[in-house]
């Protein structure tokens, strides 16, 4: 059983211009709107991944109550297991601008407070929660929680599946907090910015950028990074104790939509820990379900199809054994 924890969950809106200029008047050619927030994204796609089999997912959060029907029907459409706390007020909006260039400019509304009360609350039906093989946390912390509360369910979750491997897919201020506190995720997957962030100096999308980051040792305590590198593939470190390190190279696609594509890198290693792939296996999946939604219209979506044929095609995917950086052709 695969759980995926959204505290912050979003309903995005996405418009496509012509040309946007600030302080000016713009007009949409087109819009839409989907049910955001990381986590609803990586269950979406693991639901998809599963195909017939049902009840496999569970989406858990906390989401206002006032447009709680809209994220309801989202849930339902694609069999997840809703789980989500309704709060006071209505769940944030988000809204993406894309000109013809197809630049993007946005805006995120912050969310609405989360009382303490309802993450208590939250804590006690995680204990109802039974057979979790593979957990992600995703996306910022909601205001009104306190900055060490993914390190509070890391903890929590440890002792009610302990087997279970934790996935922490969050940046800046939500990631430094929580890879400094005692409970540790086994798997992070930052791209170059957030690694930045955390590490306090440039990575780049050069994969030896990347690499030497890798072997900081703040990230000693975590079993396995993958640092992303967009198109480029990425970097990954595997195990605590003599780390191998390892360079996904990734064939570029065409792409029509890269938003949502880190949350299916998130939803394809869930599927893959859940039915037991190991490390590597785990990294492919992850990368290949990332590729498939960039060739996909909508947010945080693949064919299932399309996913395996990636992981299944060296041309598409190859992983390479590191060790120097010497060894980085691409």
């Known amino acids: 059983m695969i759980l995926t924890i959204t505290t912050n969950p979003s309903l995005d809106i996405i418009y496509r211009t012509e040309e946007f200029t600030i302080g000016a008047t713009n007009r949409e050619i087109s819009h839409q709107k989907v049910v955001g927030g990381k986590g609803i994204n990586a269950a979406r796609v693991a639901s998809i991944l599963f195909g017939s089999e049902a009840n496999k997912v569970i989406a858990a959060g906390f989401a206002g109550i006032t447009n709680f029907s809209i994220l309801e029907k ?6 997840l297991i809703d ?23 946005e805006l995120n509304e912050l969310g609405i407070p989360v009382p303490y009360k309802s993450f208590n609350l939250f804590l006690q039906q ?4 039974k057979n979790l093989t593979a957990i992600s946390i995703n996306g910022s912390i909601a205001p009104g929680l306190p900055k060490n509360a993914y390190s ?22 939500a990631l430094c907090s929580t890879l400094e506190g005692s409970s540790q995720p086994d798997i992070i997957k930052p791209n170059n910015d957030e690694l930045s962030d955390f590490l306090g100096y440039k990575v780049t999308e050069d994969p030896t950028s990347a690499l030497y980051a890798l072997q900081d ?26 780390p ?9 696609l065409s792409a029509i939509n890269t938003q949502g594509a880190g949350d299916s890198t ?10 037991g792939f190991n490390d590597l296996q785990v990294i492919k999946y992850g990368m290949a379900a990332g590729m498939a939604n960039v060739i996909e219209q909508k947010t945080g979506y693949v064919q299932s199809k399309n996913v395996i044929s990636y992981v299944n095609d060296k041309s598409k995917i190859s992983i390479i054994k590191l060790k120097s950086p010497d060894e980085l052709v691409y």
Do not use: W
Not at 126 to 129: A, E, F, G, Q, S
């Open 74 to 79: 989202e849930l339902k459409q694609y069999g």
């Open 83 to 105: 789980k989500f706390i309704q709060t006071p007020g209505e769940t944030r909006f988000c809204y993406q601008i894309y000109d013809k260039r197809n630049k993007k400019t």
């Open 126 to 129: 995680l204990d109802h929660l």
């Open 152 to 173: 509070t369910l890391i903890k929590k979750l440890r002792s009610i599946a302990p087997n279970a491997k934790i996935i922490l897919d969050t940046s800046g201020s």
């Open 217 to 242: 040792k703040r990230l000693k305590k975590i079993p396995t990074v993958v640092a992303s590198l967009g198109a480029t593939g990425a970097v990954v470190k595997v195990h605590l104790k003599n």
């Open 244 to 252: 191998s390190f390892y360079f996904v190279k990734t064939h570029s």
């Open 266 to 275: 998130v939803a394809g290693m869930l599927y893959a820990i859940d039915q």
